[in-house]
């Protein structure tokens, strides 16, 4: 059974962070230039559309880096959510590294070719882990209700989508009157 206690876990732990973090990226789409505030955030990654936007498969290589990842994990919530395990992981093992030197031997024995090919392959591996979010994150939250996260997950990614669009309107409009 869905407890209060679950749901604020929930919104504390995956509802603000990828709500945060869905403002981020789409607030700073819409200051790029990736996105016009004509359109909805959702509308724009559905599979058959007529939206003109650079935020897509065939600009990727125009995109800043976090935006141009967004996209090739799929865009949307899913590549949303993909793109923000990918850091996550890559953070904790960054972390994990650091926590772990023991002397200088350690961080010189980051200079070898094993080393670089060991990270580049551990790399990869992480982008196939945050590809399968969905298969990694069970494992990560304590939770039974593991359901109602994503779809607390899902609502902080919509909610923040419309709020990154109306701020991107708000902000456009006073710069507009202070000319």
Do not use: C
């Amino acid at each position: 059974m869905l407890t209060l206690i679950d749901i604020i876990k929930a919104i504390l732990f995956v509802g603000i962070p990828v709500g945060a973090f869905s403002f981020l990226m789409t607030y700073f789409s819409y200051q790029k230039g990736y996105l016009s505030t004509d359109f909805e955030i959702q509308e724009v990654f559905k599979k058959k559309n007529n939206i003109e936007t650079t935020l897509s498969k065939k600009n990727k290589k125009e995109l800043v880096f976090f935006h141009s990842k967004w996209i090739t994990f799929g865009g949307g919530f899913y590549g949303l959510i993909a793109l923000l395990t990918f850091i996550i992981i890559e953070l904790l093992q960054l972390l994990n590294f650091w926590l772990n030197i023991t002397g200088w031997q350690d961080i010189v024995a980051l200079f070898t070719v094993d080393t670089v090919i060991a990270m580049i392959i551990d790399s990869i591996l992480n982008m196939i882990k945050a590809a399968i979010w969905f298969t990694y994150w069970p494992d990560k939250l304590n939770t039974d209700n593991y359901l109602a996260w994503i779809l607390i997950a899902y609502i902080g990614y919509r909610l923040a989508g419309k709020y990154a669009k109306a701020y991107s309107i708000a902000q456009k409009s006073k710069s507009e009157q202070s000319v």
